[in-house]
């Protein structure tokens, strides 16, 4: 690794997304964080130890059932991590501009998430995790396994009707962002998109 710095990019994409026949009256996703994260490893004591960005991103959920009172209205959360596609393999950050010959582009799975609320409902845990290694697998933070946990169960996978604003333990969500490249990535400047994707689901 030659001692120019690497410059990695991250851009957060949010969707809230109502499906064409609707048991939800609506869904909506906020994020009050920030939109993009840069991270500059420009030391070699952060290309061993890393970085980290706690409560990078907030996510609000919001899941309106007041109207038609739909038993089945519930809803997923779910994140994809990816790298734009085209000619980059699917298991690198794609590369924007690179400056050396040495060292190797950064795998996407140095990337680590940590989910979390205070009731703990996301089912990817309270601890920091490696995204998957492939563009594009869904990371299932809430899920609808068939079955309505209400807002006010304060357990994992609550994904009945509720939101950030009358149940902020179960509906606010935090990001944190940690990457660790270690000691032979390639200098250069990359990106990766984290998108955030609310859904109804019934």
């Known amino acids: 690794m030659d001692p120019i710095k690497a410059f990695c990019s991250i851009i957060l ?5 109502l ?6 009256d609506e ?5 009050t964080g920030q939109s993009n994260l840069n991270m500059a ?4 004591g952060k290309y061993l ?10 996510l609000k959920v919001k899941v309106d059932n007041s109207i038609n009172n739909n038993p089945s209205c519930r809803w997923n959360l779910v994140v994809l991590v990816d790298n734009g596609g085209g000619a980059t393999p699917n298991n ?13 582009p950064p795998k996407i799975d140095i990337l680590q998430l940590r989910i979390k609320n205070l009731c703990n409902t996301s089912q990817t845990g309270s601890q920091f995790f490696s995204v998957p290694l492939v563009t594009g697998t869904p990371i299932m933070v809430i899920t609808n396994n068939g079955i309505t946990t209400p807002a006010g169960s304060c ?6 009707p509720g939101n950030a604003n009358t149940n902020p333990d179960e509906y606010l969500f935090d990001i944190d ?10 200098s250069g400047i990359y990106e990766l998109r984290v998108r955030f994707l609310l859904t109804e689901v019934f």
């Open 13 to 17: 994409i949010l969707f809230a997304q």
């Open 19 to 24: 499906c064409s026949a609707q048991a939800c």
């Open 27 to 31: 869904v909506v996703l906020t994020n």
């Open 41 to 44: 490893f420009d030391t070699f």
């Open 49 to 58: 130890s890393g970085l980290t960005f706690n409560g990078a991103t907030r």
């Open 92 to 104: 690198e950050w794609e590369t924007v501009f690179s400056q050396s010959v040495s060292g190797t």
């Open 155 to 160: 357990i994992t996978n609550v994904n009945g």
């Open 177 to 186: 962002y940690r990457i660790v490249p270690g000691g032979s990535l390639k």
